[in-house]
C-alpha cells in the first residue's frame, strides 16, 4: 500500500487504531509510511519508542467516523 494516499475515512477503520495502540511498524506497512506520519502529524497517533497509541483527539475521531 505504499505511495497510496488514504482517505482519513479509510484509515479510521483500521482495526490497530480502533484497538487504541500497537508497534508503529506495523501501522506503516498496513497503512503506507506516509499515512502513518499523517496521523502522526495530526495529532490522531502518539509515537513512542516504537509504539503508537491513539491520542484523545484521534478517539474522538474514531468515534465520529465509525457512526453510520
Known amino acids: 500500500m505504499e ?11 483500521e482495526p490497530m487504531l480502533i484497538e487504541g495502540g ?3 511498524n506495523k501501522l506503516s ?7 502513518a ?6 495529532g ?3 509515537v513512542y ?3 503508537f497509541s ?3 483527539l484521534g478517539k474522538k475521531f474514531l468515534e465520529l467516523f465509525s457512526r453510520r
Do not use: A, S, W
Not at 506497512?29 to 499515512?35: D, M, P, Q, S
Open 49 to 51: 519508542n516504537g509504539e
Open 3 to 13: 505511495g497510496n494516499t488514504l482517505t482519513f475515512k479509510d484509515m479510521m477503520h
Open 29 to 35: 506497512e498496513i497503512l503506507g509510511e506516509e499515512n
Open 54 to 56: 491513539v491520542t484523545k
Open 37 to 42: 506520519k499523517r496521523l502522526d502529524n495530526l
Open 22 to 24: 500497537g508497534k508503529y
Open 44 to 46: 490522531v497517533i502518539k
